[in-house]
């Protein structure tokens, strides 16, 4: 049964869900530096760590979850896509106790499942290595069983949020029948808060057309799907989605990707600046968290991401594709207009008609609270500044002065432009914290933010 109260509910079994509940397990001993350890904890320690069994001795917490198991959505949207390696380096994971928790429990158990970057710039200063998806799972699987984390997991569909003096009530619905839960102290970590970014034609399309077209999103959740896409398939998008859907499925179809600018490469998905392990990197954060306007926090994320783009390490697996004829990349080429009669045809910006079996939009998503059931609910009875479809939260990530708080994309303005990665799951984990275990605060008030790095 689901328990009746808690001092703080997660809802969210992904890596945010995952890093908060490692966070509040481990109390004094997690990471005072989410950007870089002054000092990296010796290597013993960090292996005497992922050697000892946790049990909550602080914070009574649950963590909700539709799937109903950790790391489920992320399982099953690599598996659609096919991803062997992530993007993000090895120091980047959930554990809240060391950067090299990972590449120690690694080495305890013989891994070398890695790829070891060889593209980035002599002026990168950084971690080398990513891990495989594999590793990842495992490790996280891992965390989950030293923290006793199954004990502390549910699964259950949040339906609605109702404050009351002590707190949130939380309704959900659990085993087909309805429930609540009473929480001091609520952290919304689900995966990403969107709505599906479809190109402008979409907007023209027939009612037949559109139960005809695919968004890339439709895929992780129905994976078996690609494998019955046949034929000739159109991709629209230039990122790493859409490289990965030409890979997956080129073993079975002749695909033509269309991009609207050119085919942009690079290693990471923000810029490096951003990534590396130098004062620079400390330097931006602070520049950003205490000095920048909300306004230039948004133009500073979308800058720094800017747009899609895929790996030099995929970008030679569709260099081979090319070769074989079994892929055809249009840069500069957009869809004007798309019918659909058995077939598509596709009016393209060149003037080109394309017809194909299958047409994908790997557009990617946009990110607004209005979209959101449960948050935009939330907005309409508590509102808060709101600036491109983003809250404008406190340092602690909180909604104004309610015991509700946000992680990943949504947490965007606070956190910055790598919110939704692993990175992100750190720093948000780490901001959430102090207000769901209050201590007297060393800091000076006054400040637009609180530095991520701070103590």
């Known amino acids: 049964d689901l328990p009746e109260s808690v001092d703080v509910l997660i809802i969210g079994a992904g890596p945010h869900g995952l890093a908060m509940a490692s966070r509040l397990l481990l109390g004094e001993e997690a990471l005072k530096d989410c950007l870089c350890e002054p000092k990296p904890k010796e290597p013993k320690v960090v292996k005497t760590h992922l050697e000892t069994t946790r049990k909550a001795c602080g914070p009574t917490f649950a963590v909700l979850d539709a799937n109903g198991a950790w790391m489920k959505r992320w399982k099953q949207q690599f598996e659609a896509l096919g991803i062997e390696f992530l993007r993000s380096h090895d120091g980047m994971h959930p554990d809240a106790f060391s950067h090299n928790a990972l590449a120690v429990w690694a080495t305890t158990n013989q891994r070398n499942d890695y790829l070891t970057l060889k593209n980035l710039p002599e002026r990168y200063h950084g971690n080398f290595q990513v891990p495989s998806n594999e590793l990842m799972l495992d490790f996280c699987q891992h965390l989950v069983g030293i923290n006793c984390l199954e004990d502390h997991l549910w699964q259950a569909h949040v339906d609605s949020l109702e404050l009351c003096e002590s707190g949130v009530k939380v309704a959900v619905t659990s085993s087909h ?4 839960i009473l929480a001091k102290h609520l952290v919304i970590a689900r995966g990403p808060t969107c709505r599906r970014q479809w190109p402008s034609f979409y907007k023209t399309l027939a009612p037949a057309a559109i139960s005809e077209i695919y968004h890339a999103w439709d895929l992780f959740d129905e994976p078996q799907r690609l494998n019955e896409i046949r034929g000739r398939c159109v991709i629209v998008g230039g990122g790493l989605t859409s490289a990965h859907l030409c890979v997956q499925l080129a073993r079975h179809c002749k695909i033509d990707l269309l991009i609207r600018r050119e085919r942009h490469v690079k290693q ?9 392990t130098t004062p620079d990197r400390r330097q931006l954060r602070e520049k950003f968290e205490t000095e920048f306007s909300v306004e230039e926090c948004i133009a500073t994320n979308k800058a720094v991401r800017d747009g899609g783009s895929i790996t030099p390490e995929l970008n030679s697996m569709l260099s081979e594709l090319e070769s074989k004829g079994l892929l055809k990349v249009h840069e500069f080429t957009e869809i004007v207009s798309a019918s659909w009669d058995g077939r598509w045809t596709l009016m393209l910006s060149n003037d080109e008609v394309m ?3 299958c047409l994908i939009c790997a557009t990617g998503t946009t990110v607004d609270i209005s ?7 939330l907005q309409n009875i508590h509102p808060l500044r709101m600036v491109g479809g983003l809250p404008v939260l406190s340092e602690n990530l909180q909604w104004g002065e309610l015991p509700i708080h946000l992680m990943g994309n949504v947490a965007a303005i606070e956190l910055g432009p790598d919110a939704v990665n692993m990175s992100g799951a750190m720093r948000g984990a780490f901001r959430i914290c102090p207000a769901l275990i209050p201590k007297p605060s060393r800091r000076k008030q006054g400040s637009r933010k609180a530095k991520a790095w701070s103590l």
């Open 355 to 357: 017809t194909s079996d």
């Open 268 to 276: 990471y998905d923000l810029e490096l600046s951003w990534m590396a």
């Open 371 to 377: 979209t959101d059931p449960l948050l935009a609910h």
């Open 177 to 180: 029948k309805g429930e609540t």
